[in-house]
């Protein structure tokens, strides 16, 4: 495991997005969010669907624009990269891995072209010989073998594994620094699943890559995560090292999350299993305060009212709840 | 920087094996396909009849003959108009004409759509209002008489007025057509795949959307040949057309004002409706293979050993 050190690669701070749909209704997808990603660590965002990880993906990426807080990347504002080299930089530096491979590959080029244009693009490699050998290399790499072969595939001839696997290699091909990964094995038949982990960790292990993996099941945020971020209708609402999280929660939702998965043994296996994935709650009424207020069995009438501050626990493990905030300092007086 | 992984050693000496581009594959199921071989030997037989006119119908169409409605002899194949010009002749020369007026304004007219139907709708906003709201206007406009009050406005318009017109008014169709196929593409994980890795915008258009849209901007190019050659035959044979040129349409005309039909001249209406019914079912069969050829997953697959075997037929 790697414990997060040194300067961030990535910084979110008090970062909100809002939309507006028609005049009345609003949707906080992401509430006053804020971590940092530490250099070469796989960082994993779990929720449930509809707690706004796909939206903290595309902010990052800047396919959406906050509505407010910074993203830093190693210290540059992502919301004011100004001109085309800055965002060419940007978009070479910070890639993204799609949930569907079924939708995320243009169904009219083959593997080899896709991987080998984002070389193209940013003229890592100069010669087309040199571009190709090194395709080839990448189809090695994520195991689509024999390389030559693949090279010339279509998407409509791949399966779903070997297509996220041609995906993985498109993010991968011009060495970027950071991946964001969103749900990139959800669609996956489940014996699939363990490859593709396997493989973004070998990503990290060998090219040093940084990882936020987004995932709506604690197998795999157990299995690959170095530390993990629980999200829950837009905000954070604990964070902490993998196994402190899953062993040790200390949010009543993250609490509520863990004694509900039906075989806890099945944490261990890595994400080969279904039935840690976490379930969808009822929607309940936009409120000022803690999103789960309502289904809260511990909450106190501040929770409606206030989003509770950030409170430190042991190690890097931190939790934003009233309800043990109030307990520690009970604790210490 | 950093490497992705470490290379292994035995890549060094990995080389590509060389297939068949996709144009000649896309091209090889073409042929395959029989409807659309049909529609391409006709078309392509009539674009050989223009180009070889002075080869196969010698001299001046418009030649007068003292040989006034004569019916076929060995002669005059086809017989003769009132004039006493050839009617074989006038069918053969008045391929060109129909032809390239049809082609330029089908061109025209295609580029018109995509210019207006894609740009519009891929950069969203205020351009793609205002390309929609054009294009609301202009269909609501009838083309033909459009292009009559126009041709009249004109005193007999030309072949540039008339490919003017053609296209002026065709172009809603296909714009409106492809601007629903752009919005769709356009928010696809793939497109937004594509910018992610740095591509630019127009590196979007043309390498991630226009690849998906080919069959239907053929298609589009195709339809409206037929409607530039339908329209182009009317306004010649309203007489709105410079009715001195040989054309199709013209030949239709001089034949109902001498009143052929009347005098059981069949020879001279038959042949020039036979020809531009020719011309428009084979743009409509290619077209139809087109849509059968579009959907890769409907074809069979590329495999390099089919390929090898394709000789021997399917
Ligand atoms: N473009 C959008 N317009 C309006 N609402 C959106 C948009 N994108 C996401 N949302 C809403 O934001 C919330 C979070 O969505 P999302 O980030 O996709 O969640 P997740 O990826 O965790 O399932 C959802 O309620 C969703 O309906
Ligand atoms: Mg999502």
């Known amino acids: ?333 | 920087m950093m490497t992705p992984f470490t290379a292994s050693p035995g890549d060094e000496g990995e080389a590509l094996p060389s297939v068949k581009p996709r144009s000649a594959r896309t091209w090889l199921a073409f042929v395959r396909n029989r409807t659309g071989l049909i529609g391409i030997v006709i078309f392509v037989g009539f674009v050989v009849l223009g180009l070889l006119a002075p080869v196969i119908a010698p001299g001046n169409p418009a030649t007068i003959t003292m040989h006034i409605m004569s019916p076929p002899t060995a002669h005059y194949w086809l017989g003769t108009t009132a004039e006493g010009q050839s009617v074989w002749s006038q069918v053969i020369w008045g391929t060109r004409p129909t032809l390239v007026i049809g082609f330029i304004a089908g061109a025209l007219t295609t580029a018109l759509s995509i210019i207006i139907g894609v740009g519009g709708a891929y950069n969203g906003g205020a351009l793609d209002d205002v390309a929609t709201m054009f294009s609301n206007i202009f269909i609501v406009i009838p083309g033909i008489p459009l292009m009559i009050v126009l041709a009249t406005y004109l005193h007999h318009a030309g072949t540039v007025a008339m490919i003017l017109v053609i296209s002026a008014t065709g172009w809603p169709f296909g714009a409106r057509v492809l601007r629903s196929q752009t919005l769709a593409l356009r928010k696809r994980d793939f497109v937004q795949a594509a910018r992610l890795t740095g591509e630019s915008t127009w590196g979007i258009v043309q390498r991630e959307l226009f690849p998906n849209m080919i069959s239907l901007i053929v298609a589009n190019f195709l339809s409206t040949i037929m409607y530039a050659i339908g329209a182009e035959v009317s306004l010649q044979f309203l007489g709105l057309g410079n009715i001195n040129t040989v054309s199709w349409g013209s030949m239709l005309y001089w034949a109902g004002n001498y009143q052929a039909l009347a005098f059981g001249a069949w020879w001279w209406i038959i042949p020039p409706g036979i020809c531009i019914a020719l011309v428009g079912g084979a743009l409509a069969l290619v077209n139809r293979s087109i849509d059968e050829i579009a959907n890769p997953q409907l074809t069979s697959a590329p495999k390099r050993g089919r390929l090898h075997r394709g000789g021997t037929g399917s």
């Open chain 1, 1 to 333: 495991m790697t414990e997060p050190e040194g300067v961030p690669i990535l910084s979110l701070t008090h970062v909100s997005k809002t939309f507006f749909s028609g005049r009345r209704s609003r949707i906080d997808a992401v509430r006053d969010v804020t971590f940092h990603l530490y250099p070469h660590e796989i960082v994993c965002l779990v929720g449930e669907s509809g707690s706004g990880k796909s939206t903290t993906a595309h902010l990052i990426m800047a396919m959406e624009t906050s509505t407010s807080g910074t993203i830093r990347y190693q210290g540059q504002d992502v919301a004011r990269l100004r001109g085309r080299s800055a965002h060419r930089q940007y978009r070479r530096a910070v890639q993204m891995i799609f949930q569907d491979p079924y939708a995320s590959l243009n169904p009219v080029h083959t593997a080899g072209y896709t991987i080998g244009r984002p070389m193209e693009i940013h003229h890592s490699i100069a010669s087309a010989s040199q571009r190709n050998k090194a395709v080839l290399r990448l189809l090695r790499q994520v195991d689509l073998t024999p390389p030559a072969e693949f090279y010339y595939k279509l998407p409509y001839q791949l399966s779903g594994g070997q297509r996220q696997r041609v995906a993985i290699a498109r993010a991968l091909a011009v060495q970027p620094a950071l991946i964001i990964a969103d749900e990139p094995v959800s669609m996956l038949d489940v014996s699939l699943r363990a490859g593709i982990l396997q493989l973004i960790l070998q990503a990290r292990d060998e090219a040093g890559v940084t990882f936020l993996y987004i995932t709506h099941d604690l197998a795999s945020a157990r299995y690959i995560g170095d530390r993990i971020l629980v999200m829950y209708r837009g905000i954070i609402c604990e964070e902490g090292m993998a196994d402190a999280v899953i062993n040790g929660p200390q949010h009543p939702y993250t609490k509520a999350l863990i004694e509900a998965v039906p075989n806890p043994e099945h944490l261990e296996d890595g994400g080969t299993v279904d039935d840690t994935v976490i379930p969808s709650h009822p929607s309940a009424p936009a409120s000022p305060g803690c999103p789960y207020y309502a289904l809260c069995p511990v909450s106190v009438a501040e929770c409606q009212q206030n989003l509770p501050d950030w409170t430190e626990l042991s190690g890097k493990h931190r939790v934003r709840c009233f309800h043990v905030a109030d307990a520690r300092h009970g604790v210490k007086t």
